[in-house]
């Protein structure tokens, strides 16, 4: 017979097979676990619209950080949550404060088991403003040029605790410059930034701002976060961040912009995050628990496509999940 096609199904005629051909697999180190840690004391309390996930107050941590290390994930991004806010977010920077707090308190428990996890520090005002906004408010929207120093404090309360990376989501102009300078400036010229560079103003985020009582008490965010329907928009976003010293970006939210994250591999050679965020956590959860989908399947074939995608690292709900059933669990 004179075969005139292609007999691609020969290599997916087993299991094994299959495994062997595999151009893409999701490991749990490239995992990066999001943890909510709030004021007060003893206070583990389930997040009622993110199913599994919790916020912590910083002596409750430990259990947390056990089974992030137990379960060989890659390290962990912290948000705070204040007990008290004002107008300039005053919170965000205060060594004292929830995050601060937070680190110090991780690496210390880690410390002495013998373990070091890795913590990334989202730096942004929204969750310590009184308004909700990401930065300084003037004359009826956020002033760009004012809210960058208040970050970069942020940032360096953050790194003088011990983070090891840290992560402006604020989508301010020049914000990963300011950062980068004023760590420099104080002798961390090592601490990294990740760049929350394309971040997208989306209907995706609900879930979160529930989480960490962040929303804004009037108007929205599509002044400063990226408009959805912008792609080439985005890939000029990443490319600003890489300028100002950025040493990792980030594209988020992840499923309905994976054109954007594969463009984004295709331009820079610096380290690539997604954010799997939260209302794409909470929709497998709803719809596994109505018997609609199998999530284990889905949580799998999800993550598999941002690493497709160009992805290096993945910022996800799923992760300790993921690790659960990678051991067979």
């Not at 947390?64 to 005053?90: Q, R, T």
């Not at 990294?192 to 995706?204: E, N």
């Not at 980030?250 to 499923?255: A, F």
């Amino acid at each position: 017979m004179n075969e005139k096609f292609a007999r691609l199904r020969r290599l997916r005629q087993s299991e094994g097979m299959r495994a062997l051909v595999a151009e893409t697999a999701v490991r749990t180190d490239k995992l990066i676990y999001p943890i909510f840690v709030r004021y007060g004391e003893n206070v583990k309390e389930e997040i009622e619209s993110m199913p599994g996930v919790y916020r912590y107050s910083v002596d409750r941590l430990g259990e947390i950080a056990d089974e992030v290390l137990a379960a060989g994930i890659g390290g962990v991004l912290l948000f705070g949550i204040p007990e008290h806010k004002d107008a300039c977010g005053s919170g965000a920077w205060d060594e004292d404060g929830v995050v601060p707090r937070a680190v110090r308190f991780l690496k210390e428990y880690c410390a002495k088991r013998g373990k070091n996890l890795l913590i990334i520090a989202d730096i942004c005002l929204c969750e310590y403003t009184s308004h909700g906004h990401c930065g300084m408010l003037e004359g009826g929207g956020v002033d760009n040029d004012k809210s960058l120093p208040l970050h970069a404090k942020a940032a360096l309360a953050a790194a003088k605790a011990g983070a090891d990376i840290v992560a402006p989501s604020s989508m301010m102009d020049g914000v990963v410059a300011a950062i980068r300078a004023a760590l420099d400036g104080a002798g961390y010229a090592n601490t990294p930034i990740l760049g929350y560079s394309a971040k997208f103003a989306s209907a995706f985020y609900g879930p979160f701002r529930d989480a960490a009582d962040s929303a804004p008490q009037s108007g929205d965010r599509k002044g400063y976060q990226m408009d959805f329907r912008n792609g080439r928009e985005a890939l000029r976003e990443l490319a600003a961040d890489e300028a100002e010293g950025a040493d990792m970006l980030m594209v988020k939210p992840g499923l309905a912009y994976l054109d954007v994250l594969s463009e984004a591999r295709k331009n820079t050679l610096l380290p690539l995050a997604v954010y799997n965020v939260s209302g794409e956590y909470s929709m497998v959860k709803a719809a596994a628990a109505a018997g609609m989908l199998d999530e284990r399947k889905i949580v799998t074939e999800i993550l598999t496509a941002f690493f497709r995608a160009g992805a290096d690292i993945v910022i996800t709900y799923h992760a300790l999940d993921f690790a659960q059933w990678s051991r067979g669990e």
